[in-house]
């Protein structure tokens, strides 16, 4: 039933999980060369020693530590393969799949995306959106536009995106009538328009916000500038430990990562939206006076 | 800027996005056919009036209610669209994402789901793996499996998967060689074994689990029959409240859907699963005899 | 065992725990009055039907739906007995816990309420710092501090607080030197140099927030004044669904209460602080600018 | 308006707080002994140049390092004084607070607790019952009772409890007509029906649970045994950083730390619980055959 595709071949991602017992979990990821040696504190493996061999092998160490060796999934690529270099605070792979869902984004989208950082939801916008779509990323900082580029090009991902250097706040964006921009800047309000007019109708908007500060600018931003059904989630993931006499969640994790805005372009600014400009101006004044 | 795909045409689906204030978010998806007419407390809309219209237009009804018509996302679609029949609890919108995120599920997967259920996920999956991958749904209820191939046929998803009627715990599967087994029914570990024959080395296993009682059974059948890198994850969406004057979570809201087991095939045991296995035996034991 | 202090008296609270089974959770309080009657859907039960009988009797009611009668918790009597008035959002008792551990108040304690509201807080702080502490309540609103007065009342505390009806914000509060001030307003940044004078060295500060909005102001407000140690928690609390071969988390529940901001009265201001106050300044200005 | 009972006295537990920069939280607690001496990596600190000083005042180290002193809380006391010994995980202060409001613990109330510890919950309990109440906590290992009561001792609480060392599950209690019993065992449901013969009518009690695994089968007792009102509980807290310009939750803390049962003694077995157990008999026994 095993046949050759189900082999490892040389440029192939591979994950390592230790068959032996460690006090924190350790999972490698190798990207395999041939002739290529990967250390670690448990010994040398040779690339060669699993380039051909089967998924799921056992595969030692000269130490004789024991790992099975797996496909790596994106997701782990991209938080464990040292080449993979983090710049900047990444969109967290269990906020990808919200953003996905909720944003619908799917085969075939037109994306814009402003603030590539590191790349690594690039790299999964652009698997998503496939060869039917494309996603055109903006980054500011020259370093960081070239560190993303190559991150993605260590990934394997070549076609279906361009990185381009330019401040969006001052300069704005190319593309019209794109289905999706995703935001993930430091001040997002301030691209909101520039969002607004580079959207198709009904197009879809979604905003990355670490801070609370951030979130009341961009939620009025979306306000005033046409857009409709504005939604906010915050999602956390939670780790269940994994011993079947004491099956219980894990006492310690993240259990932050970031408001994430969802909304759709429009022509009108729904009353209700007005309503809350004005009762927020209000309250505003209000307090300033005091 | 805006052109002829940026119109409803007959089969869209649409949201409809009240412009008016309403207690309850009120959120309309309906499926355009031409002569057909959209009743609501709100008033009657001619589907008429909306096909040919752009994305983002007001519609009005009979009674002069206002509305933004949107094309639907698939989540919106599958929790409110009427003649998409639920027949059991879906897997909710929310843990579609985490499950192809960890699970790396991507366009090009072959993918067994054990326990079709409603649909709703199996549409996601679809569209998920795209034309090149494909989606074998066991469901052993034929009634239930009528009502699913009729939800996706509703969505318009017409290939990409079969929905076979079997009771998968008796009879097992057909397939070999898969990457990606799904499964969701009450008694998990008793197709566990089944699940692990079928997937290819490395394959990836995904079981969803809706209270507490299911989680170690399944946990140690996946311990026993050589699945690795077995982990388990909980997530929740909390919404937030959308007024720039009053920004704060929702107070109320889900805040539980089921725990999400992952897991690699390998043909090892681990021998820290051994020991916890042995583990449990011997507190199961002790625990018996006082 | 069981002697007369363990049988209902005139003028307790008793929970009555339906023993029928209901499609929502019910749970009445009463206060017993001999001679009344407490009506409800499910029958009339006669006060003095209660009265004499031991805790954890069966009370049935006309209509022969049976009820165990057990002394009322606080928590449940400030729920769920209908002559304690709910004019505001009440602090909830989930929280009156976090805030009482974090900011040990105990026995003894002398205490500032900033916005009394309901009382229900109030109550538990009453209780909790006993015959030895004291409670100063202040609640601008004369018809709310009836009615907050007319709450204790109704619950049999008396003693060890006093309601006094004034814009804390306008006139200030009288006490000085007190354990611990603790603060529920819509605008908290506007007394909190306040509750610095009233507060004796190293005297702890408790704030309680509902909205984002509200607690960077705050926040800087407390860092600008002299307060130190200052800690901001949410927390939230999950009922678990009981029934033992489906033990599980409810799905939906409450899952936000407020922000809770902690802080002891000091006589310096931390370099810390205030690089972080310049920092803000600095980062407003620029975004002030774009 | 500063007295001499706000200055620093021998015996008193004083929390230090940095006012310089630290990487990492820190927070000492010290019990000041006249002629003793404070190291830490910061430098020297005589508890003679705290005595008498004002709480909140400034204290330097010989390297210069400043702190202000406090007058601790108990929760920092039992977190960060380090003659307090951990010889178990403890109850975490955040749960304390959880168990006492929905426990509605108070002044005056007689206690059990089954498996005493560390001895922290225990300290919150006796200064939360006072003088007119009581504790009495049961230990079987002789050692763990020894360091639990020398960390009362410590804190200087030693009336209003004892410490028998007894294994309950086999010996049983003394006391009759407490009113709350809480459990902290591995194993609670096997002194279920113990703290059921214990407990005055309509008496609480609480069991706190920290996995998955024993909740079942304590629910399940409880149910057996003419527990009502039978509510679990989990909670968490998260901590939120404090700085002006960026204020969201911290990323990474506590998210778990145990389920907390509630429920109230009666005589009579519901119907729906004996229905509940039932069905678990039932589909236990069907899980088996297959």
Redesign the interface.
């Known amino acids: 039933?095993?046949?050759d595709e189900?082999r490892f071949r040389d440029g192939d991602f591979v994950?390592l999980?230790p068959?032996?017992?460690t006090k924190k979990e350790i999972r490698f990821v190798i990207k395999l060369k041939s002739g290529q040696v990967f250390h670690s504190k448990f010994g040398v493996i040779q690339h060669d020693g699993i380039i051909g061999k089967?998924?799921?092998?056992?595969i030692s160490s000269h130490l004789n530590y024991n790992f099975?060796a797996?496909?790596a999934?994106?997701?782990e690529i991209v938080q464990n393969y040292k080449d993979f270099k983090f710049i900047t605070q990444i969109i967290y792979?269990?906020d990808?799949?919200?953003i996905?869902?909720?944003?619908?984004i799917?085969?075939g989208d037109k994306i814009i995306e402003i603030g590539t950082g590191t790349g690594a939801f690039l790299s999964?916008l652009v698997?998503t959106v496939?060869s039917s779509g494309f996603v055109y990323s903006y980054e500011k900082d020259v370093e960081r536009a070239k560190i993303a580029k190559r991150n993605l090009d260590e990934l394997g991902i070549r076609e279906g995106y361009v990185i381009k250097v330019r401040d969006v706040?001052k300069e704005g964006v190319d593309e019209?009538?794109v289905d999706v921009v995703f935001i993930d800047l430091p001040?997002p309000w301030?691209v909101i328009k520039k969002a607004w007019c580079s959207l198709?109708?009904?197009g879809r908007i979604v905003v990355y916000i670490?801070?609370?500060?951030q979130?009341?600018k961009t939620?009025?931003e979306l306000?005033r500038h046409g857009f409709?059904?504005?939604?906010?989630?915050?999602?956390?993931?939670?780790?269940?430990q994994?011993?079947?006499?004491?099956?219980?969640?894990?006492?310690?994790?993240?259990?932050?990562?970031a408001?994430i805005v969802f909304a759709?372009?429009?022509?009108?600014i729904?009353?209700?939206y007005v309503e809350?400009?004005v009762?927020?101006a209000y309250?505003?004044e209000k307090?300033e006076y005091?």
């Open positions: 039933m095993v046949n189900e994950l999980v068959l032996f017992k089967y998924y799921g092998s056992v099975i797996l496909p999934k994106l997701h792979p269990r990808w799949a919200t996905c869902v909720f944003a619908d799917k085969k999964y698997r496939g706040i019209r009538n001040e301030l198709r109708p009904g670490p801070t609370f500060n979130l009341e939620v009025m306000m409709i059904d504005i939604k906010v989630k915050e999602g956390f993931l939670r780790n269940i994994v011993k079947p006499y004491a099956i219980r969640p894990e006492l310690k994790g993240y259990y932050f990562s408001y759709r372009k429009s022509f009108v729904p009353l209700s809350d400009l009762k927020h309250l505003g307090i005091k």
